[in-house]
C-alpha cells in the first residue's frame, strides 16, 4: 500500500479517537508532534526501501547501468549496451522517478519519467530568455481579493486568488492592464506569460497603437502573433498543436512565451513554438498592454475564469561570445533548476546547446560556470545549492563533449548580487549562472 493510503488511514482513525474525547490542549500539541515523527519515520522507511531495491538489483549483476541525470553519454551508452538505466542525483542516489527501476531492470514495465534536457519535445526547443529581468511577478505578496499592487489596472473584474497553494490572478470578465516597465522596451526582449487558455483568446499589445501594430495572441483556435503591418499573421489552432480538444485545452495553465529581435518576433507555447514573423511592427514602450477575456464560449455554462499565474519582461543581451569578447563574462537567465534543486529543467535546453555550440565552434575558449543565488533561506544552504548547480552544468557540457580541463565550475551562493534583493526583478537577476572567461 502507498505511504500516502497508509497514513490517510492513520489519521482517520487518530480523527475518529479525537472525535469522541475532549483533550486539553497541551495534549493535542504532543500527540500531533508524535504524529509528525510517526510520519517521517514511515516516509524514510519507504525511501529506504527504494533504495535498497535499487541496491539490491546491482548485488544481483542485473543489466541496469547508474546514470548521473543530466550525462547523456551514459544513457546512450547503456541503451546501446542493451541495459537499464537508473538515474542519480550526483551522490548516486536514484531520483524520485528512478526509484523503482530495479522492476526496470528485471525486464518489467518501467515507470513513466518526465522529459529532461534535450529530450522529447524539448529537443528542438529554442527559446532563449533575455539576460536582465525588466519585470517579474508571481503576486505571491498580494492580498487576496485584490487587484495586484504592480499591475495598473485599466477595466474589468481582476482578483487575487489562491490556488492550489499559490496564488494566481483570476479574470471574470473582458478585461485590460498593463505591466508598467522601467524603461522602454530594448530592441531585444522577452515576455513570459504563465496562464490558462482563455476561450476568447488574448492578446498582448507594445503600446496604445493597440490593433494598429503587430500584437501576440492566445486562445484556443488561435495562437500566435497578428501582423497588422501586413494585414495577416502567424498562428496556429491550439487544438491541432495539442491533439487535444477544446474542452480540453480551455483552462489548460500553459507558458507563453515571447521572444523579439528587432522587427523579428518569435511565439512559443509550451514547446511549440505557433509564431515565427520577419517583418513586424510591433511597439516598445515603457508598458506592455494585456487585453484578456474571462468567460465562456457560447454554449457553455458557468464560470470560466482566466487564470494568470506570473509574468516576467527582460532585455535580451548580445551574443555569448561577443558578451565574453567584451566583457569577460555573460549571464545566462535561461539555465534553469528546480526548486531548492540542482536538477536541470528540460526548458534549459536551447541555453545550454548555445553554450556548448559556442565552445564547439572557439576550442580555444575556457570557462568558470558560476552559480549564484538570491538571499531567500541559509546562507549556507545558499553556498552548497549553486555548487552544486554549477557542477551540474559543467557536467552537462561533459556529456555533451567538451572536454572537463576547459571547465571549472564555482558557486558563489549569494554573496555577489548584481542588485538589491528587495523586489522580484532583483531576487531574479540574482539567481543566475553566469560564465567567466579563464
Known sequence: MPLSERWGGIALALGVVLAGAALPVGA??????????????AEQKVDQAEQHAVDKTFDKGEQAVRCVAGDQKCVDKAKKDGKKVVLTDAQGKPLPQDAKAADAAKGEAAPAKAERVGEGAWANYEFVPGARVLYSEDFAK?????????????????????????????????????????????????????ITVPAWGMRIFGGPGGHEHSYVELGTSRAGLWNALERGGATVDLRDAFHTSSDDLSGKLVHL?????????????????????????FERTNKLYFW??????PGQHGELPTLIGSITVA?????????????????????LFDTG???????STPTLKEIGAMLQEHPELKLRIEGHTDDVGQAAANQTLSEKRAAAVKAWLVAQGVEAKRLEA????????????????????????ELVKM
Open 28 to 41: 493535542l500539541a504532543q500527540l500531533g508532534g508524535l504524529v509528525d515523527k510517526f510520519k517521517k519515520k
Open 142 to 194: 498580494d492580498r487576496v481579493g485584490n487587484f495586484p499592487k504592480r499591475l495598473e489596472f485599466t477595466q474589468g473584474n481582476m482578483e487575487v486568488v489562491d490556488w492550489k497553494g499559490r496564488r494566481l490572478l483570476r479574470v471574470t470578465s473582458e478585461s485590460k492592464f498593463q505591466v508598467p516597465l522601467p524603461e522602454k522596451l530594448p530592441e531585444r526582449f522577452t515576455v513570459e506569460v504563465e
Open 257 to 281: 512565451r515571447v521572444a523579439a529581435d528587432g522587427r523579428y518576433v518569435k511565439v512559443y507555447v509550451d514547446e511549440h513554438r505557433v509564431a515565427n514573423v520577419p517583418n513586424t511592427d
Open 292 to 297: 484578456v477575456t474571462g468567460f465562456p464560449p
Open 315 to 335: 532585455a535580451g543581451g548580445p551574443e555569448l561570445y561577443d558578451a565574453l569578447v567584451a566583457d569577460g563574462r555573460v549571464v545566462t537567465q535561461g539555465v
Open 341 to 347: 534543486s540542482d536538477l536541470l529543467r528540460p526548458e
Open 410 to 433: 564555482k558557486g558563489f551562493g549569494q554573496t555577489k548580487p548584481v542588485t538589491g534583493n528587495d523586489t522580484p526583478e532583483g531576487r531574479q537577476n540574482n539567481r543566475r549562472v
